[in-house]
């Protein structure tokens, strides 16, 4: 090719210099105050030069045949495609090649009648013009093709490849605090198998193949000033992808309106959908994205980041918008999660904005991130506040049946069980917010088993919530006129509690010393319950002589009589009462079995000689297989079975 | 506007507030407070309404000019806030009737929110139009020029009426949205240029529609008669016809999602002095929004209106340019040219300072509200 070029020099070289020096003469000819012998020489000089260029015209006009020639074999090249129905870049290598070279060729041309276009020759200019109209139809075609390759040869790739939805907590707690009276969905244990979740997932957006092909198409087209017709292009097709690819993501667009009135499960839904997409789309798309104009359009300076800021800027706004729409709603207790699902998602990706919005152009960007994240932490604060709100101000007009474990309590353990997961992100926002109530519970006194986590502001605010919590507890049981269920109730609840921590990292945060006082309680209102229940009905049993050898038959009848009435009526109570835990309700039933059992078998025991089967109803026996019938969480009777 | 003419009137309400709360004569400093501020919405409004119509900057509409009306929309927004919230007992605010007019005012800022969503996303499409401008003038700058040139600026020039032309209706983002890419030769081509700026992303929401917006936010919409005048529901009705005006004069400037049916009468109190310049500026343009509006147009941004008449008029150049071209028309042209490349330098200056502020606008909207949720929190009567 650069052979061809040093045809057109000789003679245009020629002429350049011969009109150049002609200019300047005439220039200088139209001086006023030369001396006359100058303006002689430069007369002649003239004449002379005008000789010169009628000679090298004669020999021109070969020149310029030159030039027609090669434009006219440039201009077939091209305009061939102009009917032909294939697209060039499908039709193979050697036609693309053979295209851009005729469209080099005609660059050139119209380069070098340029240059000599200060020489006024129709035939020239009519030359040139025909050049550029030639080149306008390549550019033209060019801008095509650019778009057929990338729409082509663009690719999708599958969302699930890239991060299996890995949120982490994915199906606990979508029902709304209101509906607390559920049981709470088991939680599955989906661990978070993300491949590599910090690490970048370059995928290639368009087949890697063609990249070459539009790096070629770049090349002429920004070499002759065409580069705006490029990005136009680029843009248009590559922002296009990326709204369909966010479609196909399942994200649609919506508005601050719609987002504020929407229900929460499908809120819940739709922010769990959020922080996956964002993931997706930062991580994946658009680290591919920037590369892909980094590879294209890498050595034109600020052109690739200008091209990748216009494509992505649309689809940031509209999952910024989200976010904002979210973070600025009601901040009601069950938002929380998913708020802290969005915080952390973002500011893991703060990051990843930064780098791939570096340009001064991307900052407003940026900062709209950084804004938006400012906006959900101060919304994920004020979730949390109003989830202990909505622990303390929980109320109920009616004692829960059976006395087993509140939903509140369920609904509050289970929920907090998955704050460890945002240990970080809490204590950071936590960090300058005051407990609050009940500030003095939460101190620890822990001596000095106090570990860093033990006094984490996370901590802190745990305690604060499980004393909220327990207060509620305490008032909740006040609805309960039978004392022993009083206790049976706090019992089964403060035990549920104490289980949760243990068996969850919670622990970790509570500390040894709270599960100890916490098992001290349970254990204490058990005691209580022993107290209240069974002491009146052992007292029957109780020898008021204990001198004496034994009581009158007639005061043995009515001991005997007065326990299995009270025996009966507290069967017929109790066993409605729940106790869910098994192995709490069998330590109940051992101790209470000791104390009843053991307290029955003395009496009858001292009193043989009354023992027959009319006065004695129950045998020991059978005292102490209708224990095992209490806590079963159904009503039964020992009345209408009056024999075993 | 000037930041201190806005911080002594803030300084003086909270002086004012500080030392008289809760004593006689309370009640005559808020309508001194409150006639102040309403002399200061008159003058601002005034110089605004007093801008050219047809100048090479601050014209009426310009872009510098809607720069203009968003900086005073945020003053007062400022300022109405402090006269409604500071170092006021929070009791007041949540009495009737201003625990329905805030709620009502609340609801605008939330349609408001989605409407500087719509508008920004209008701002793009004009920063493409300012792109296929460009490419336009820099191919008619081109010396020697001839006919390739003159295809050049054509084919930008008509992607550039196109951008401009689509309308606002959903069935056509819709269209485009579904419109799968063509494989075959050169079919589906054509709207390519404009069509990926009205595509998704230009949606603020499936059957969203700005028209509509401004209609319900024009709903209850009624000036305080009487006693309450001069006292609290004063500045909420102020907030909210301000909120209201400058929205609509965005929707009436900038490309949005569906704009047909925009409404020309906000219900403007017309009988107080302090919105006779804000009712001018209505009138003004909406007399021009109904002489558009069956075109099927742009939006009333002067620098659009500009390119528009002069993108039309370089087509026709173009069209029947043939080489080598007359003498006599190229001078013509050439202002043209001119004229156009000027136009896109103050776009290219204008519009993403433009759009920033239309995002301040959109977080400050976003943070009144929260103060005013807040407050209505603070006041509720504990259940």
Redesign the interface.
């Known amino acids: 090719m650069d052979g061809c070029r040093s045809g057109v020099p000789t003679y245009e070289g020629d002429l350049h210099v011969v009109a150049a020096a002609h200019h300047i003469v005439k220039a200088l000819g139209a001086t006023k105050n030369l001396s006359d012998d100058l303006r002689k020489i430069l007369i002649d000089l003239d004449s002379h030069l005008s000789m010169i260029t009628s000679n090298i015209d004669s020999k021109g006009g070969r020149g310029l045949v030159d030039v027609e020639e090669r434009l006219d074999q440039a201009e077939r090249k091209i305009m061939r495609w102009e009917t032909d129905p294939m697209m060039i870049w499908d039709s193979g290598p050697k036609e693309a090649s053979d295209y851009l070279e005729a469209v080099d060729e005609t660059g050139k041309l119209v380069d070098g009648l340029r240059g000599l276009s200060v020489h006024e020759n129709r035939k020239q200019k009519e030359i040139l013009h025909r050049a550029m109209n030639i080149f306008q139809t390549a550019m033209s075609r060019l801008e095509e093709e650019l778009i057929h390759i990338l729409v082509r040869h663009g690719q999708q790739f599958e969302p699930k490849n890239m991060y299996s939805r890995s949120i982490r907590k994915d199906i606990v707690y979508d029902e709304s605090f209101v509906s607390v009276e559920d049981e709470p969905t088991k939680e599955t244990s989906s661990q978070n198998c993300s491949n590599d979740e910090s690490g970048e997932c370059i995928v290639d957006l368009v087949h890697a193949d063609v990249i070459p092909d539009i790096k070629s198409i770049a090349k002429v087209m920004f070499t002759s000033n065409y580069g705006p017709e490029f990005c136009e292009a680029f843009i248009s097709v590559q922002k296009e992808a990326l709204e369909q690819y966010f479609s196909f993501l399942g994200t649609e667009n919506l508005s601050i309106e719609d987002v504020l009135k929407m229900e929460w499960t499908c809120l819940s839904s739709k922010m769990n959908k959020w922080t996956w997409s964002m993931k997706i789309i930062v991580r994946v798309y658009l680290a591919s994205e920037k590369q892909l104009c980094d590879q294209v359009l890498g050595g034109l300076g600020s052109v690739s980041s200008y091209c990748f800021l216009e494509i992505s800027k649309a689809t940031i706004l509209c999952l910024l918008n989200f976010g904002e729409a979210v973070a600025m709603g009601p901040h009601r207790p069950e938002k929380l999660l998913r708020l802290l699902d969005m915080y952390e998602t973002l500011a893991d990706l703060l990051r990843d904005i930064d780098t791939l919005f570096s340009e001064e152009a991307g900052s407003f960007i940026q900062l709209q991130f950084h804004e938006l994240l400012e906006r959900l932490g101060e919304s994920a604060i004020a979730a949390f506040k109003a989830f202990r709100v909505a622990i303390s101000s929980n109320g109920s007009l009616y004692p829960f049946a059976g006395g087993g474990v509140h939903p509140l309590n369920k609904y509050v353990m289970n929920y907090i069980r998955m704050f460890p997961e945002y240990w970080n992100t809490l204590n950071l926002l936590l960090k300058n917010q005051h407990p609050g109530v009940a500030d003095q519970v939460t101190k620890p006194d822990y001596g000095p088993d106090t570990s860093l986590l033990t006094s984490c502001p996370m901590a802190y605010h745990l305690r604060s919530i499980t004393s909220c919590l327990e207060s509620n507890l305490h008032k909740k049981s006040q609805l309960y006129k039978d004392e022993a269920l009083q206790h049976i109730f706090l019992m089964n609840n403060i035990h549920y509690l104490v289980q949760k921590v243990k068996g969850s990292e919670l622990r970790l945060f509570f500390g040894d010393e709270w599960i100890r006082k916490h098992n001290a309680m349970f254990q204490q209102h058990a005691m209580n319950y022993e107290r209240a229940t069974w002491s009146s009905v052992v007292s029957f049993l109780k020898d008021n002589n204990p001198g004496s050898s034994s009581m009158s038959k007639s005061t043995f009848k009515e001991r005997c009589k007065g326990f299995s009435i009270a025996f009966e009526e507290v069967y017929k109570t109790q066993t409605s009462w729940s106790i869910p835990d098994p192995q709490l309700r069998e330590d109940l039933r051992i101790s209470t079995s000791l104390k009843v059992v053991l307290a029955y078998r003395t009496f009858l025991g001292r009193n043989l000689a009354y023992t027959d089967d009319k006065c004695v109803k129950h045998t020991v026996e059978h005292v102490e297989n209708s224990l095992l019938d209490l806590f079963g969480g159904s009503s039964r009777s020992l009345r209408n079975s009056r024999r075993w | 506007m000037t930041g201190t003419d806005q911080s002594s009137f803030l300084g003086r309400i909270s002086i004012r507030r500080n030392q008289v709360n809760a004593m006689e004569g309370y009640h005559e400093q808020e309508i001194e407070d409150l006639e102040l501020f309403q002399r200061q919405l008159s003058d601002r409004f005034t110089e605004l309404l007093s801008a050219p119509d047809d100048a090479p900057t601050e014209a009426f509409l310009s872009i510098s000019w809607i720069r203009k009306l968003l900086d005073v929309f945020l003053c007062c927004e400022t300022e109405c806030k402090a006269i409604l919230l500071m170092e006021r007992d929070a009791a007041q605010i949540s009495k009737p009737p201003l625990d329905r007019l805030i709620p009502e005012l609340l609801e605008r800022v939330?349609?408001a929110?989605?409407i500087c969503?719509a508008v920004?996303?209008g701002v793009?499409l004009v920063r493409h139009c300012q792109?296929?401008a460009?490419?336009a003038v820099?191919a008619l700058e081109q010396k020697?020029f001839?006919?390739?040139?003159a295809?050049?600026a054509k084919?930008?020039l008509v992607s550039l009426m196109s951008a401009m032309h689509v309308d606002d209706k959903e069935s056509s983002v819709q269209k485009t949205?579904e419109r799968s890419?063509s494989?075959?030769?050169?079919s589906g081509?054509k709207d390519?240029?404009h069509?990926?700026y009205r595509?998704?992303?230009?949606?603020?929401?499936?059957h969203?529609s700005a028209s509509k917006q401004i209609h319900a936010m024009t709903m209850n919409l009624a000036a305080p008669r009487g006693p309450e005048a001069s006292c609290l529901p004063a500045p909420v009705y102020i907030l909210s016809l301000i909120i209201v005006f400058v929205m609509w004069v965005l929707i009436a400037a900038i490309p949005c999602q569906e704009r047909s049916g925009l409404t020309t009468h906000l219900p403007i109190n017309k009988h107080v002095n302090w919105t006779h310049s804000l009712a001018g500026i209505h009138d003004k343009i909406g007399e021009e929004w109904k002489k558009k509006e069956k075109k099927g147009m742009a939006g009333l941004l002067y620098e659009m209106q500009k390119m528009e008449k002069l993108g039309q008029s370089l087509i026709e150049f173009t069209d029947s340019y043939q080489?080598?071209g007359e003498k006599e028309k190229s001078d013509e042209v050439a202002a043209q040219v001119a004229e156009l490349a000027e136009v896109c330098r103050r776009m290219d200056e204008g519009l993403?300072p433009l759009?920033?502020l239309i995002?301040e606008a959109f977080?400050r909207l976003?943070r009144n509200?929260?103060e005013f949720l807040d407050v209505l929190e603070q006041g509720a009567p504990v259940v």
């Open positions: 939330v349609k929110m989605d969503n920004t996303n793009e792109k296929l460009e490419i820099s020697p001839g006919e390739g040139q295809r050049r084919k930008a949205a890419w494989f075959g030769r050169r081509n390519r240029h069509g990926h595509s998704l992303s230009w949606q603020v929401a499936k969203w080489f080598p993403v759009q920033m995002r977080h976003v509200r929260t």
